[in-house]
């Protein structure tokens, strides 16, 4: 066999890899979308384009959009959603009443350390809650590995809540370095 043709063959060789992949591919796709499936669905709808396989190739691991992790307007849309989590489930239905040994500060969002780990306990909410990845079993899960440890540490007695009662806070509150112009006012505005 010459040069030519052993190149040929092992071209050949190599485009039916190739297309070997993309269909392996695209089952594995159409199982993910179906949420079940069976050998030989790809067949049914043919082979997929060099475009979106390369696409996919490309597609790079998103981290989670963890809040210190972002800027500007994504940043500030974080925070809004957080605020509305915490005011909105977290206080009315998991803190109860603060006490002396267990503070909450109703100006959580001036607490930048707390604000941290309030956004980490939302992240693992958001995902332990879906019942398409975790089950049922999910919420029981938040509860015991994020709910418990973090609110402990939150609002116990070493806790950015210490110096914060129910009436009147013993500490100064730290504005964050950049507050969502929604929550920034100033008395130039009026």
Do not use: N
């Not at 030989?40 to 963890?66: C, L, M, N, R, V």
């Not at 959603?81 to 267990?102: K, R």
């Not at 938040?142 to 009436?167: E, Q, S, V």
């Amino acid at each position: 066999m010459t040069d030519e043709a052993a190149d040929r063959v092992l071209t050949e060789d190599v485009d039916d890899l190739k297309a070997m992949l993309q269909a392996v591919q695209a089952e594995l796709r159409d199982l993910r979308e179906s949420g079940s499936g069976g050998v030989g669905s790809a067949d049914h709808k043919g082979e997929t384009d060099d475009a979106e396989a390369e696409q996919e190739e490309s597609t790079e691991w998103q981290y989670p959009p963890f809040l210190f992790l972002l800027e500007g307007e994504q940043r500030d849309a974080e925070l809004r959603l957080l605020a509305e989590w915490v005011e909105g489930v977290l206080v009315p239905g998991c803190l109860g009443e603060a006490s002396a040994e267990s503070r909450w500060c109703h100006l959580w969002i001036e607490h930048w350390d707390a604000v941290g780990v309030l956004h980490a306990m939302w992240l693992a909410w958001q995902e332990l809650t879906d019942p398409a990845t975790c089950g049922y079993t999910g919420p029981s899960v938040w509860y015991r590995d994020h709910y418990r440890p973090h609110i402990a540490d939150l609002r116990g007695p070493g806790g950015p809540f210490a110096g914060c009662t129910k009436g009147e806070h013993r500490t100064g509150h730290r504005l964050p370095g950049r507050v969502p112009s929604a929550w920034c006012t100033t008395e130039d505005d009026s």
